[in-house]
């Protein structure tokens, strides 16, 4: 099932971040008192009760003369197209400004469902705006403070009182992978070199695909579905109307793959954006491989690939787990060592151990290396097992999940991995006290 959009707008420097990062439930946007410093959109996934949604996060919309205005707008104007509901942030401290009145006409014109969010009520000045916010007409009004964490659960309850609860997709047995990646690192040739033919438009233009496509073809005799992304533009770089189908929808494609190819491009070599997007995949628990797209633009391949094999390791120390293929979409040279691997990661994702022999590697583990005593207390493990796969997913009851350190996670990480072969697959490491449920 789909997960619904709600996108946060409004005029700077009414709180969108921190409301943002209360929701979501972590620092993503970037907050600082200076209008206008969230400049771009930026995406979060938000789980409450048993309802989940993509949440975008927008810059804010100023008439004044400012350079980036123009591109806010259209940032923001996209995710009211993207979003189920829009959440329409005012500031209860200042009241109603002409920026406002901007941001209560785009969204009349969108005819989407739309919340009046007055945020700061703390602020004693607030009780004296409440009322001027009737004034925009809109239906639905809520009042919270971010900033104080006040109303935020009954935000949400709003934000979902319409929503079905989230189901993952019926397991149909069919794999299914993404290939994203920035605008024209060559993910449409690289699907048209696997599909071999030409069912995928290839333009040198960034941005040529418009939408996620799902092509179904067959392998050694089994059914696959390779997922075709939008490129994702880096953020707050949209000028043109072709960018409204840009990232959510690759946010979506990613929900519904088993593995994404994280594809970069070796004649640019990897820049910041392409780990933000290996991020994105990694955040919703898929398999990950990085394909190094074009290398018949590289000479002394041999040397280079030990280079670009060290650079990888280097900017992607979040996912030392991920194997990297080299190929070139447009000669078809290595393109056969691409699909052998997604089916290795594909079933290490899948991958189930059993109880005992889990807890034997756990308890040896411990006994190597006992963690540091804090307080007088040190932690203690009790029994492990395995409760979920895509990606596996571990219980470890303990006297105190207080006492967990991310190091001593990242150790025991690392010995499950030395012991199983979870290559290409994040695996999730659950703490919880003794008699928790």
């Avoid at 809109?138 to 900033?147: A, P, R």
């Avoid at 992607?316 to 060592?337: D, N």
Wanted: aromatic share 10%.
């Amino acid at each position: 099932m789909a997960k619904p959009v709600v996108a946060l707008v409004g005029r700077p420097n009414v709180g969108k971040s921190t409301i943002f990062n209360r929701l979501v439930g972590k620092k993503i946007s970037i907050i600082e008192d200076t209008p206008g410093v969230t400049r771009d959109r930026i995406y979060g996934n938000c789980e409450f009760k048993n309802y989940k949604f993509h949440l975008i996060d927008t810059g804010g919309i100023d008439i004044s003369d400012e350079h980036f205005n123009d591109e806010i707008k259209i940032q923001a104007e996209i995710a009211i197209t993207e979003a189920d509901i829009v959440l329409f942030i005012v500031d209860g401290k200042e009241g109603l400004t002409s920026n406002d009145y901007v941001v209560k006409n785009l969204l009349i014109k969108s005819g989407k469902r739309v919340i009046v969010v007055v945020n700061k009520i703390d602020s004693k000045i607030a009780n004296e705006h409440l009322y001027d916010f009737y004034e925009l007409g809109f239906e639905e009004y809520i009042n919270v403070s971010g900033e104080q964490n006040i109303g935020i659960t009954d935000l949400l309850e709003q934000i979902t009182q319409n929503f079905n609860e989230y189901e993952e997709e019926k397991e149909d047995n069919i794999v299914k992978f993404s290939v994203i990646g920035r605008p024209n690192v060559g993910k449409s040739s690289l699907v048209n070199a696997l599909l071999n033919e030409e069912r995928v438009i290839v333009s040198d233009v960034a941005g040529t695909t418009r939408d996620a496509i799902d092509t179904p073809f067959t392998y050694h005799g089994e059914e696959y579905i390779v997922i075709d992304t939008a490129g994702m533009r880096k953020k707050g770089k949209i000028y043109e109307n072709i960018e409204k189908y840009s990232l959510i929808r690759s946010l979506k494609a990613i929900d519904r793959s088993d593995v994404c190819l994280i594809v970069i491009d070796a004649s640019t070599g990897i820049i910041e954006h392409d780990k933000h997007i290996a991020g994105y995949a990694i955040e919703a628990g898929k398999a990950v491989i990085i394909v190094v797209n074009k290398w018949d633009t590289i000479e002394n391949k041999e040397e280079q690939m030990k280079k670009f094999t060290k650079d990888i390791r280097a900017n992607f120390q979040f996912i030392p787990y991920a194997p990297i293929v080299f190929l070139s979409a447009l000669t078809k040279k290595r393109i056969h060592t691409l699909m052998p691997e997604i089916l290795r990661i594909y079933q290490n994702s899948k991958r189930e151990i059993k109880t005992s022999v889990l807890n034997d590697v756990i308890l040896d583990a411990y006994n190597l290396n006992l963690p540091p005593t804090y307080k007088s207390k040190r932690l203690k493990i009790y029994f492990s097992n395995q409760v979920s796969i895509k990606p596996p997913t571990f219980n470890i009851q303990v006297n105190s999940k207080g006492l967990i350190h991310f190091s001593y996670e990242r150790y025991l990480e690392n010995k499950i991995r030395e012991s199983f072969d979870f290559e290409g697959t994040p695996i999730v490491l659950q703490f919880k006290n003794k008699g928790e449920l």
